[in-house]
Structure formats: structure tokens, C-alpha cells
Nanobody
């Protein structure tokens, strides 16, 4: 059984920073992709960033240059450093784990950016 536990969301003013963390436990394997997605009210869930177990990254155009995804394989944890936050970054952020035997989601953490 896989469990993803997110932390680090909150309320921040525009231009501020937040760091999200997601700790994975269970059968996560050594080869996987971890990532962050977000969903704003009334909108679909969209990709923010992903990182492979080998360290290759991928970002949505809207966050390039502002957000940085990283991971600590020894701790089975993925991070999302979010800088220069904008009100349009407001959403529930979900951690995702993709392995050969399944795709898993965390419970989500709210990020609210005030103008």
C-alpha cells in the first residue's frame, strides 16, 4: 500500500515563497516519477512539475523560473519550492507518484496567494 503525505501549504502574499513536501511510504519502488499537480476551484487538475528517480525534471510553462522540484530518494520525499508566487497560483496542490504497478495521489494541500 502506498501513502503520500503532503505538508507546507498555507496563505502567502503575492511575491512570497512556500515550500511543499510530500513523503511517500509503502511499495514505491526504486524507479518512479514523483510530481506535483494543482487544481483551482472549477478547473481541471493540471501538471505543475515532475521529477524522475534519476533526477530529470519537467515543468509547466506557467511556473518555469519560479518553482523548483527536487527529491531526496533516501527519504522518499519530493519537494516543491515556490517563489515569486502569484494569485493565480492559488489552488489545492496534490502530490503524485507514478510507478509500474500504479498511480497514486496525496490528499492535497491548499496554497492561497493573496494580492
Amino acid at each position: 500500500q502506498v501513502q503520500l503525505v503532503e505538508s507546507g501549504g498555507g496563505l502567502v502574499q503575492a511575491g512570497g515563497s512556500l515550500r511543499l513536501s510530500c513523503a511517500a511510504s509503502g511499495s514505491i519502488g526504486s524507479i518512479n516519477v514523483m510530481g506535483w499537480y494543482r487544481q483551482a476551484p472549477g478547473k481541471q487538475r493540471d501538471l505543475v512539475a515532475t521529477i524522475t528517480s534519476g533526477g530529470s525534471t519537467n515543468y509547466a510553462d506557467s511556473v518555469k523560473g519560479r518553482f523548483t522540484i527536487s527529491r531526496d530518494n533516501a527519504k522518499n520525499t519530493v519537494y516543491l519550492q515556490m517563489n515569486s508566487l502569484k494569485p493565480e497560483d492559488t489552488a489545492v496542490y496534490y502530490c503524485n507518484l507514478d510507478v509500474i504497478w500504479g498511480n497514486y495521489w496525496g490528499q492535497g494541500t491548499q496554497v492561497t496567494v493573496s494580492s
